[in-house]
């Protein structure tokens, strides 16, 4: 039998970033994926005949670039598509649309407001300069601000001058944008409701939270993350679904001698005294390696695959309060033919863009405020993509898949989920997509209903929540997924996280992975 | 007329920068504006503002309610919180054994995070990005640096689930985090207003006292006061010279602080041609939206009463705010009853949006009391909506706070990061009102920064 230097916990495509930096370093590395297919959340599967969907995750934005580069995943089959606008229909027939290219933007910005469209070119300007001001700190391994140790205290004073470094109008953007709402944030810069609702409505994603809760703003800047890098369009779409993000990603690993294992469910972490010593699957089988590292999320890896017993109070009570609180749904159809707006009839380049279901702030509001009382939203947000306009190949010729994203449907139901509950939120779905696109309900060949219950059921994400736990100030840099333990180790030597429940969180954008398998190598493993 | 000073306002903070002043050499002359409504001074008075000048010795009463706060039970009784530890924890056991237990511990942790505060609260806002500053946050150890950490950002909902289990002592200490905010409890920065409404007090009280300060500073000696409201602050080649009354006379000076809020000052009473136009753009951008109305109720015998609260949960909270997020008024309000020894009744009712009629709110509120009064039939009532308060109290759009305590607007960034060390871009002109760090509801500390920051600047 094979031994391995380490072994990665889940194929997700933090764990298989992981694999991949590590593998490349000339480490032995096995990965153990519990379902028969890797990605995790960033999978495509023909999940009716024909139909091949993104299932969950469904568009690629943070992906970073040092990573794409240093994979060179474009050369592992990553081929990514841009999405070219986002569409916003009004309930009066009208529509706001955002187009990239940006003489037409501005001219459709000032048919709803001249004001909004003189502000969008300055607003645009300072996220790309809060973008640059965040992006060092999503590569950084976040220091413990309590420790005395010599390397915490060269990282914290490394971090002031960094942030002295930004100037101090840059600093207090930084602070604005990362203790307000979106929606105060937008108000102001923008009049219109359309647009301010469409932004702000990004805030929220994957969050149990309103476009007016404090600490939405934050989330604005990831728009605008991408685009600076110029290495690719910010907001695309992965050819053949968000799976080939991650088949790229396994290539790059496989290709520098790491073994993926599907179907190999790990039970817990096998320890010997305090160390880390290998896995023991499910059925039984043990597997030794001095390092393991969990791309599962925080309370799995700890709670579930460790043991409370064997992990210091403290950390197992910060890990009970850490918070998921899943509130997004999926659901995706299979549609006989293209849709067709009321706003804009017929086909057209606003089909090959985002389609966001967010007329007005009070709308999202009101969205919330019915899941914070463990209802789902009776008119939710929705954010639309339809994957065959750009990529013919996931739908049979002349047919479509279209993948929307819901919020909110919180994973802690009044009365829990059941089949029944799933469906008439799919119902809820599909009636207010028709209020703005009719002919939708009669070109719906399969329809395919994902609640919070369902992704952590089948993907094993804790309360659905699909960054692996709320990304909100204090579950963020030092506090993620625990203070002390922010930094990819855990009181167990030898076990390591990498997944999305640790710094700088989730997205699709692998930085976890990547963080994590320079910290391993740092410690010289 | 070289080191004149004139202080618009009469307020706790005005007062005490005008004295400060005062002791440094200059020649003061307080402008009343806004009115004393007899209500007394809501807030601590920090410890450096009581020995400068001596308040202990020239009459200063301090009045600390006990028990702090009551919030009827739904099973008969009331849910009360004393500054004494142990009656607390007694009251709280009755609710919730587990509760009870953790109560000591809760106020412990807290009342080292507000010594925090504290510190930081009695001197201009500290650069958070200097060595002083980290190595002043070091000194809270791991336990209390991480608590800082986390809280700040946090929902006093989340807060509160993570200690307790009742629903009565959530909302009544959820009350504290929402109070005279346009935020429910569930809103993220609400954890740190429990704090600042701790800061000052003992451990386990998590409301700031009332005392006459106002009027023991008003009756000391060494400043001048001159009636009649000012209309507007005289600039000259970007320099105070002096104020004008709405009598239309002038009073020259080298030097005007102004207690209104900094929209008032920097845009109304100072001609706003003098600002940049971004600053002038964030300056109309602080937030300072109303939520407050008061109403009065005059009963014929004592109520059994001095505090009652009516907030039985955190969602009850939430869905009062609700209301008020769509331009309404709260249907159930979040009420907070205190009774004097004339048996007046002041009624603090939460949320009630800034410009919103509502003609059957008094009735609601005497509804939602009437069953805890006692007996005691209401005599005479009367309400100040939020425009009455901004009118009679001088909040500005009916918040006490002048903007906002959030915390994008607190600190190093309140209310603006350009104008947070007390100075304006017009040479000569200080801001000393609530709308400064540390924010309302302490009494005399943004005065005192703001003297401070002057006698400092004085070559």
């Known amino acids: ?525 | 007329m070289s080191s004149r000073a004139i202080v618009i306002g009469s307020g706790a903070n005005e007062l005490v920068a005008a004295h400060r002043l005062a002791r440094g050499g200059f020649q003061v002359i307080v402008s009343g504006e806004g009115s004393d409504s007899g209500h007394g001074d809501i807030g601590w008075a920090p410890p450096q503002v009581i020995r400068a000048f001596a308040l202990e010795r020239n009459g200063l009463v301090i009045d600390r309610p006990d028990p702090w706060a009551a919030a009827p039970l739904a099973a008969g009784g009331r849910l009360e919180l004393w500054c004494d530890m142990a009656r607390s924890v007694e009251s709280i056991r009755r609710l919730s054994p587990r509760d009870a237990a953790k109560w000591p511990e809760f106020c412990a942790r807290m009342a080292c995070l507000a010594g925090f505060l504290e510190a930081i609260y009695q001197r201009a806002p500290p650069d958070p990005l200097s060595l002083k500053f980290a190595l002043h946050a070091r000194l809270l150890g791991r336990q209390g640096l991480v608590d800082l950490l986390r809280l700040l950002p946090m929902s006093v909902a989340e807060l509160l689930d993570d200690w307790f289990e009742s629903d009565a002592l959530k909302g009544l200490l959820g009350a504290a985090g929402v109070m005279h905010l346009a935020q429910g409890p569930r809103s993220g920065g609400t954890a740190f207003r429990l704090l600042h409404h701790h800061v000052g007090s003992p451990p386990g009280v998590f409301r700031p006292p009332r005392s006459n300060i106002r009027k023991v500073l008003a009756k000391l000696p060494g400043i001048e006061t001159r009636a009649g409201k000012a209309r507007s602050i005289a600039v000259r080649e970007g320099r105070v010279v002096g104020v004008v009354l709405e009598s239309g006379d002038e009073i020259p000076a080298s030097m005007v602080l102004s207690g209104a809020d900094p929209r008032r000052t920097l845009l109304e009473l100072a001609d706003p041609g003098w600002l940049d136009p971004e600053l002038s753009r964030s300056v109309q951008h602080v937030r300072r939206r109303g939520v407050v109305a008061r109403v009065t109720l005059e009963l014929d015998r004592s109520p059994g009463f001095s505090t009652l609260a009516i907030a039985p949960s955190l969602d009850y909270l939430e869905r009062a705010c609700d209301d008020a997020k769509y331009g309404g008024v709260s249907r159930l309000p979040y009420l907070e009853a205190c009774c004097d020894e004339r048996h007046r009744v002041e009624v603090h009712v939460q949320y009630v949006p800034f410009g919103v009629e509502d003609a059957g709110l008094v009735e609601r509120v005497v509804k939602a009391l009437s069953a805890h009064l006692g007996g005691a039939a209401v005599a005479a009532r009367a309400v100040s909506m939020p425009a009455d308060l901004e009118e009679r109290e001088g909040w500005p759009g009916g918040q006490l706070h002048h903007a906002e305590l959030t915390l994008d607007q607190a600190l190093w960034m309140r209310p603006v990061p350009q104008l947070a060390r007390y100075r304006t871009p017009i040479a000569g002109l200080w801001l000393c009102g609530p709308a400064m760090h540390p924010g309302g509801g302490i009494a005399g500390a943004c005065g005192w920064n703001c003297a401070g920051e002057i006698l400092a600047s004085r070559p």
């Open chain 1, 1 to 525: 039998m094979r031994s391995y230097e380490v072994i990665v916990i889940g194929g997700g495509h933090n764990g298989l970033v992981c694999a991949a930096y590590l593998a490349r370093a000339g480490r032995k590395v096995l990965v153990l994926e519990r379902r028969s297919r890797i990605g995790g959340a960033a999978l495509t599967e023909e999940v009716f005949p024909g139909f091949r969907f993104s299932v969950f995750s469904y568009v690629v934005s943070l992906l970073r670039p040092e990573i794409i580069r240093e994979l060179e995943l474009p050369r592992h089959g990553l081929h990514i598509l841009p999405l070219e606008s986002t569409l916003t229909p009004l309930p009066n027939g009208d529509y706001l649309a955002q187009w990239n290219d940006h003489d037409q933007n501005r001219r459709e910005l000032a048919r709803h407001s001249l004001r909004d469209a003189e502000a969008y070119d300055e607003f645009g300007r300072l996220m790309h300069q809060m973008s640059r001001a965040v992006k060092p700190l999503l590569g950084m391994t976040p220091p413990d601000p309590a420790s005395f140790s010599l390397k915490d205290l060269l990282g914290l004073a490394r971090l002031g001058r960094y942030f002295k470094g930004l100037g101090k109008g840059e600093f207090h953007a930084l602070h604005k944008l990362l203790t307000m709402s979106s929606a105060d944030y937008l108000d102001e810069w923008f009049e219109s409701e359309a647009l301010k609702a469409t932004k702000s409505a990004s805030g929220t994603i994957g969050t149990l939270l309103g476009p007016r809760s404090p600490g939405t703003a934050y989330v604005l800047l990831h728009h605008y993350m991408g685009e600076i890098d110029g290495v690719f369009r910010a907001w695309g779409f992965a050819k053949g679904g968000n799976g080939s993000v991650s088949q790229a990603i396994a290539a790059a690993a496989t290709a520098s001698g790491a073994v993926i294992r599907t179907e190999a469910p790990v039970a817990r972490v096998l320890l010997a005294g305090s160390r880390a010593s290998g896995v023991v699957l499910e059925g039984g089988e043990e597997i030794r390696a001095p390092t393991v590292i969990s791309g599962a999320d925080p309370r799995r890896t700890f709670l579930d695959l460790v043991g409370e017993k064997h992990l210091p109070g403290e950390l197992v009570a910060s890990i009970r309060r850490f918070k998921f609180r899943g509130a997004s749904c999926k659901v995706n159809l299979a549609l006989s033919e293209a849709p067709s707006f009321t706003c804009l009839p017929g086909p057209g380049a606003h089909l090959r863009g985002a389609i966001s279901i967010s007329p007005s702030v009070a709308y999202l509001e009101r969205a919330y405020d019915e899941a914070k009382y463990g209802e789902p939203s009776r008119r939710p947000y929705m954010d639309i993509v339809i994957p065959s306009m750009i990529d013919p190949a996931m739908a049979p010729p002349g047919k479509h898949v279209m993948s929307i994203f819901v919020q909110y449907a919180p994973y802690a139901v009044n009365g829990g989920w059941s089949d029944a509950r799933r469906e008439a939120f799919g119902d809820t779905v599909i009636e207010t997509l028709a209020e703005y696109a009719p002919s939708i309900k009669s070109a719906i060949l399969h329809r395919q209903v994902i609640t919070p219950a369902d992704i952590e059921r089948s993907l094993g994400l804790s309360e659905g929540n699909i960054f692996q736990g709320e990304l909100t100030l204090q579950q963020m840099f030092f506090l993620r997924p625990a203070p002390a333990w922010s930094q990819y180790r855990t009181p167990i030597a030898g076990l390591y996280q990498c997944g999305a429940g640790t710094h700088p969180g989730g997205g699709v954008m692998g930085a976890p992975g990547r963080n994590a398998a320079l910290t391993v190598l740092a410690d010289g493993r």
